[in-house]
């Protein structure tokens, strides 16, 4: 895992949180699109401008990449080696929507763009609600299509707050043998 995808059904399902932590878990730079692709005070990035920046970070040897943008998707695929696809259900997304909506308020994101104070309106919730499940197809068809023809390249799903936390636990017990087989070396 070298060069990480995050995506995930919604927003809500804790992408940026989780990125955030298996950044430092792995010791890899993490980016995170929304802050790509949202200007100071809610204003987009031109296609242009939110692509060069993707593939400005593509090109790197490693990274972990988060958020899903299906129009710049191609950048991020061609050369990522995991995809790891991240599915809580509906009302836990919505719940944490607000939950974030409510702690922010008033502020931004560490995840956002600059000047992009924290909201929530109508066409948001609407979003949410009527994409969750097309994107659920679609998201399988995206994992599909990833693995078509590299077998090299891996795809994890988790499904729910337990897997996802037994996930980190992994790569944090990986970790700890790793740094600990490192000092043992390091102090003959």
């Known amino acids: 895992m070298k060069r990480i995808m995050v995506v995930g059904i919604s927003a809500g399902v804790g992408k940026s949180t989780f990125a955030k932590e298996l950044g430092e878990l ?5 980016y995170h699109l929304d802050r790509f692709f949202w200007k100071p005070g809610w204003n ?3 296609l242009e401008e939110f692509s060069q920046r993707q593939k400005e970070v593509a090109v790197e040897e490693n990274w972990i ?3 899903n943008y299906r ?3 191609d950048i991020r ?3 990522a080696d995991t995809l790891i696809y991240l599915e809580l259900p509906l009302l836990t997304c919505l719940y ?3 939950k974030r909506w409510w702690k922010n ?3 931004t994101r560490w995840d956002l763009g600059e000047g992009c104070e924290e909201k929530l309106d109508f066409d948001f919730l609407k979003f949410i609600i009527t994409t969750y499940y097309p994107r659920k197809k679609k998201m399988r068809k995206l994992m599909d299509e990833f693995q078509e023809g590299a077998s090299e390249r891996k795809v994890i799903v988790l499904k729910g707050k337990k897997e996802i936390h037994s996930f980190l636990e992994r790569i944090r017990l990986q970790s700890d043998d790793e740094e600990y087989a490192g000092n043992e070396v ?3």
């Open 186 to 188: 390091r102090s003959k």
């Open 71 to 73: 129009t710049t998707i």
């Open 65 to 67: 990449i988060e958020g």
């Open 77 to 79: 695929i061609r050369r």
């Open 105 to 107: 308020r008033g502020g």
């Open 44 to 46: 987009q990035a031109s």
């Open 96 to 98: 944490r929507v607000f």
């Open 26 to 30: 792995l010791n890899i730079d993490v």
